[in-house]
């Protein structure tokens, strides 16, 4: 059974960071890309960033140069590190393997002063 477990979000005042993390089991996790997505209120989900088994890296245009997608293939765990937050960057975030096509829970992340 696949299984995403998103974690880390939570409220950060503009400028800040945070680091969101996802556990996943169920699959071979070495083996498969890795993608986030996230969902603002009234907005449809929309992709943020993928990292593939071969850790080659995409970003959407709105967080190049201010958040990152790595993994730890020895922890099953992707994660997406958030710096320079803006307001517009609050959301749920999810973590998604399309192969699979399993998602998370969601963890939210709020930027706001």
């Known amino acids: 059974q696949v299984q995403l477990v998103e974690s880390g979000g939570g409220l950060v005042q503009p400028g800040g960071s945070l680091r969101l993390s996802c556990a996943a089991s169920?699959?071979?996790?070495?083996?498969?890309?890795m993608n986030w997505y996230r969902q603002a209120p009234g907005k449809e989900r929309e992709w943020v960033a993928s990292?593939?088994?071969?850790?080659?890296?995409s970003y959407t245009d709105a967080v190049k140069g201010r958040f990152t997608i790595s993994r730890d293939n020895a922890k099953n765990t992707v994660y997406l590190q958030m710096n320079s937050l803006k307001p517009e960057d609050t959301a749920v975030y999810y973590c998604?393997?399309?192969?699979?096509?399993?998602w998370g829970q969601g963890t939210q992340v709020t930027v706001s002063s």
């Open positions: 998604n393997n399309r192969a699979t096509n399993s």
């Open positions: 990292i593939n088994w071969a850790r080659s890296i």
């Open positions: 169920g699959f071979v996790f070495s083996a498969y890309d």
